[in-house]
């Protein structure tokens, strides 16, 4: 089955807080989008501020940021249970990945939608829990599913069915009712969803979306 992660991206500590409780009691993990505003024209919140929210979610931190190295300490002191780095201002993979491992967390790489596959550090795919296909470019919420990203997440099902232990999938960005089957037909098993998902009822609309996955 498709899991649906809801995914934050604000500057705003109270809406952060108010969607993290949101989703308490409908999903086990949530996705919190941190921009530096060196990697896009966006800042988001500091981590800092999970730091004292109270929550059984698991939290990924996706990492669009200038060396997402450098924030590996500061999202596990705000609770990351997987931490996902954008590769397009990242110097060493193998470094990031490693680091992820050290402090004993699940580690993931990101691709934004203009990168190849190619960009991926083929050595350490097996060391890898996630690998995340944005359909959008990065960096800013609210934008159109680019079909682009279909051929990439049918490439990565590819290469993982060589490995002995498969990284999942996670497509995110634009996703909507009409297009979840076709990412869940080329081989995704996680989907990120942003503010749509919250508008409204948020166990409906995950049920909306479970759905059409398996029209």
Known sequence: MIEIIPSILTNNPQELKEMIHQAEDVVERVQIDIVDGQFANNKTIDPSV???????LKIDFHLMTKEPIDWVERVTRAMADRIIGQVEMMENQLEF???????????????????????????????????????????????????????????LDEIRARDKTPFKILADGGIVLDRIDDARRAGVDQIAIGRRIFTGSLVQNIEKFKKAAYK
Not at 119 to 132: G, P, S
């Open 97 to 155: 990945v490693g680091k992820v491992q050290e402090v004993g967390l699940s580690v993931g790489l990101a691709i934004d939608l203009d990168t190849p596959i190619d960009r991926l550090d083929a050595t350490i795919t097996n060391d890898l829990d996630v690998v995340l296909v944005m359909s959008v470019p990065a960096g800013f919420g609210g934008q159109k599913f680019d079909e682009r990203a279909l051929d990439k997440i049918k490439r």
């Open 50 to 56: 999970l730091e004292t929210i109270d929550t059984p």
